[in-house]
């Protein structure tokens, strides 16, 4: 819990949110990897989700996607 008068957070100061501060020090550790540990760290980064679109309250067939990662 927070302390009602205490500072705040690097990271709120910073002006980020705490997922933002987390994917970035996610990607420092993941850089810092020695191969193989390193590819297979960065092939577990990617996202894969599935979108469904609604017409007259009945689904369609659904749609696969990948987030794209940045490197």
Do not use: Q
């Not at 810092?32 to 989700?49: T, Y």
């Amino acid at each position: 819990m927070a302390s009602a008068g205490g500072a705040a957070p690097f990271w709120r100061a910073a002006g980020m949110t705490y997922i933002t501060y987390s994917n970035i020090c996610a990607n420092l550790v993941r850089n810092c990897l020695k191969e193989p540990f390193k590819a297979e760290a960065i092939s577990r980064e990617r996202v894969h989700f599935s979108l469904t679109k609604w017409v007259d309250g009945k689904p369609e067939k659904p749609t696969v996607r990948s987030d794209p990662t940045e490197h």
